[in-house]
C-alpha cells in the first residue's frame, strides 16, 4: 500500500512590535529571567488585557499581503488549557471571528490568519538543557505575551520539499509586513 501525503501547515508569526500582545511590557530578548512582567501578562486576579494596536496594524498587513478577506468585527477567546508555561491557565487567541480569512500564497491556500498571545519559556535545569536529564523546571515568563501571527494554510501541499519550498515563499510576506519571523526558542509542541 503507498499512502499519499496531504500537507497543511501551522505558521506562528512573532509580530516585531514594541510591546506584548496585551500589556505594555517591553517585548525585548535575553533580559534577566521574568524582568518584562506586569499583571496582565502574568494573569493576576483583576488584570484586564488590551489589545495592541500595533500587533493588530500587522496582522491586517499580512491578511493584505496574503489577499485574505479582513474582517469588519473580529474578537479574542480565551483558550482554556494546562502546560507550565502558561501562568493563566488560558491562552488569548480568537476562534469563530479571526482577523483574516481565505487568501492565497503560491499555489496554497490559506484558511486564516488570526492573532494571538505567546506562552512562556520552560527552562529546564539540567547540563543538556533536556526535560528527562533535569531534576528541576522554572519559568521564563519575559516570553509570556509576546504577539503572534497563526497563520493556517489549507492541506494544499503533497510532499516535505513542496512544504519547504513553500516555506521560503513564506519569508517572502515577511518583509511586505514588516514583521520579524523567529521561531520560538524552546518550541513545545500544544493544543492548536
Ligand atoms: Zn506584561
Redesign the pocket.
Given at each position: 500500500m503507498s499512502y499519499e501525503p496531504v500537507i497543511g501547515l501551522e505558521i506562528h508569526v512573532q509580530l516585531a512590535t514594541r510591546?506584548?500582545m496585551?500589556?505594555?511590557?517591553a517585548l525585548t530578548f535575553g533580559e534577566p529571567p521574568n524582568t518584562?512582567?506586569?499583571?496582565?501578562?502574568?494573569g493576576l486576579p483583576g488584570a484586564l488585557p488590551v489589545a495592541n494596536a500595533a500587533a493588530i496594524h500587522f496582522g491586517l498587513m499580512i491578511g493584505e499581503a496574503l489577499g485574505c478577506r479582513l474582517a469588519p468585527r473580529s474578537i479574542f477567546h480565551r483558550k482554556n488549557y494546562f502546560y507550565p508555561d502558561l501562568p493563566k491557565g488560558y491562552q488569548i487567541s480568537q476562534y469563530d471571528e479571526p482577523l483574516c480569512l481565505g487568501g492565497q500564497l503560491g499555489d496554497v491556500r490559506i484558511h486564516r490568519v488570526h492573532l494571538e498571545e505567546d506562552a512562556a519559556k520552560l527552562v529546564h535545569a539540567s547540563s543538556s538543557g533536556r526535560i528527562h536529564e533535569s531534576r528541576a523546571s522554572v519559568v521564563d515568563f519575559n516570553r509570556?505575551?509576546t504577539p503572534l501571527a497563526e497563520m493556517v494554510s489549507e492541506p494544499d501541499l503533497r510532499s516535505a520539499e513542496q512544504a519547504r519550498e513553500w516555506l521560503t515563499l513564506r519569508c517572502a510576506v515577511t518583509p511586505t509586513s514588516r514583521c520579524a519571523a523567529r521561531a520560538p526558542p524552546s518550541w513545545a509542541p500544544r493544543p492548536s
Amino acid at each position: 500500500m503507498s499512502y499519499e501525503p496531504v500537507i497543511g501547515l501551522e505558521i506562528h508569526v512573532q509580530l516585531a512590535t514594541r510591546t506584548k500582545m496585551f500589556c505594555g511590557c517591553a517585548l525585548t530578548f535575553g533580559e534577566p529571567p521574568n524582568t518584562r512582567t506586569c499583571p496582565v501578562c502574568l494573569g493576576l486576579p483583576g488584570a484586564l488585557p488590551v489589545a495592541n494596536a500595533a500587533a493588530i496594524h500587522f496582522g491586517l498587513m499580512i491578511g493584505e499581503a496574503l489577499g485574505c478577506r479582513l474582517a469588519p468585527r473580529s474578537i479574542f477567546h480565551r483558550k482554556n488549557y494546562f502546560y507550565p508555561d502558561l501562568p493563566k491557565g488560558y491562552q488569548i487567541s480568537q476562534y469563530d471571528e479571526p482577523l483574516c480569512l481565505g487568501g492565497q500564497l503560491g499555489d496554497v491556500r490559506i484558511h486564516r490568519v488570526h492573532l494571538e498571545e505567546d506562552a512562556a519559556k520552560l527552562v529546564h535545569a539540567s547540563s543538556s538543557g533536556r526535560i528527562h536529564e533535569s531534576r528541576a523546571s522554572v519559568v521564563d515568563f519575559n516570553r509570556g505575551g509576546t504577539p503572534l501571527a497563526e497563520m493556517v494554510s489549507e492541506p494544499d501541499l503533497r510532499s516535505a520539499e513542496q512544504a519547504r519550498e513553500w516555506l521560503t515563499l513564506r519569508c517572502a510576506v515577511t518583509p511586505t509586513s514588516r514583521c520579524a519571523a523567529r521561531a520560538p526558542p524552546s518550541w513545545a509542541p500544544r493544543p492548536s
